[in-house]
């Protein structure tokens, strides 16, 4: 019979925490799923660890190496659950991710995408953070002006949504952003306020040089979303880029080049209708708090004046 859900986990060279994030699936209080791992190559113990499970649920298939987007886009075309949800090979989902998910996507047919908050852990499993994202869509899709509004593993999708509109990842380094952008036309993007999952960030090199790259590649998806709604000279690219980069050392003139362009997005929108008015401007302000405070221009925040400007024009 069909599943109602195939967690769909890629496998590179995972042997590392690849039980762990196998069993937190296999423990899920939700039963009715497949569970889609792709080998993607790997040179370690990955196979022979997964291979170790006899639970029927698992579907395994291994291929040469072709790198995440590719490996994803297979499992898509291979899927036969209703819903497909993510998985990475050193996460935990906590055992009620899928049952509270597949729950809040039968009460809301409209949305096609739906994240979670997550908690963030070290390599060693202590909690070091947490993620937190915009919980409808129309703040939702007015934050893919300035990032990534889904946390990627918390994911689980309409397999229907992809397939009807011809939507697969891109090889890019930031493919899920991509596809959150473009799922956005079509579908409306979501995420459950409470805490399905654990997401593993660790110091090592090769996880920095991909954050690095990720950064790189979601800074042109940025550009891009920005030149829809008008004209941007590269110097206001650059202040929008930079209003977010931690490295970044602002001048003197940073604050005031951050509002004209957060204003500028604003009349933009207004004339393009490409995000929801109120949505947008609640983000705005955010961005422009953020940016005073990052000044150390707390005193702003007190101004009367600034207080008209974002709440009554």
Same mark, same amino acid.
């Given at each position: 019979m069909q599943p109602r859900v195939t967690v769909l986990m890629p496998v590179y060279n995972g042997e590392k925490y690849l039980k762990e994030s196998m069993d937190s699936i296999l423990g899920q209080t939700f039963k009715d799923f497949e569970f889609l791992i792709i080998n993607d190559g790997s040179t370690d113990n990955s196979q022979r660890i997964i291979e170790s499970y006899t639970d029927p649920r698992i579907r395994l298939i291994n291929q040469d190496n072709q790198g995440l987007s590719t490996t994803l886009n297979n499992g898509i075309d291979l899927s036969l659950g209703e819903f497909i949800a993510r998985m990475d090979q050193d996460d935990i989902s906590i055992k009620s991710r899928l049952y509270e998910q597949v729950k809040f996507m039968d009460s809301n047919l409209e949305v096609g995408v739906c994240g979670s908050y997550a908690v963030i852990i070290n390599?060693?499993?202590?909690?070091?953070?947490? @993620?937190? /994202? &915009?919980?409808? /869509?129309?703040?939702?899709k007015a934050q893919l002006l300035f990032g990534s509004p889904l946390a990627h593993p918390t994911v689980i999708f309409r397999r229907s949504i992809l397939q009807i509109n011809n939507l697969k990842y891109l090889d890019i380094k930031s493919e899920d952003y991509d596809l959150w952008v473009r799922c956005s036309e079509f579908t409306q993007l979501a995420n459950v306020n409470k805490f399905l999952f654990k997401y593993r960030f660790? !110091?090592?090199d090769s996880q920095k040089l991909h954050k690095k790259? &990720? !950064?790189i590649s979601a800074l042109h998806i940025i550009k891009q979303n920005l030149l829809r709604l008008g004209d941007f000279s590269e110097t206001e690219i650059y202040t929008h880029e930079?209003? %977010?980069?931690?490295? %970044?050392?602002?001048?003197k003139y940073f604050l005031k080049k951050s509002f004209y362009l957060l204003n500028k997005i604003r009349l933009l929108n207004k004339n393009a209708r490409i995000y929801d008015n109120?949505?947008? !401007?609640?983000? @705005?302000f955010e961005k422009w708090i953020y940016s005073s405070k990052r000044m150390g221009q707390k005193k702003i925040l007190f101004s009367s004046t600034f207080w008209l400007y974002f709440f009554c024009i």
């Open positions: 390599e060693v499993g202590l909690t070091i953070g947490s @993620i937190t /994202h &915009y919980l409808k /869509h129309e703040e939702i660790g !110091n090592g790259e &990720y !950064n930079s209003m %977010y980069e931690s490295s %970044y050392v602002p001048d109120s949505a947008l !401007n609640f983000i @705005i």
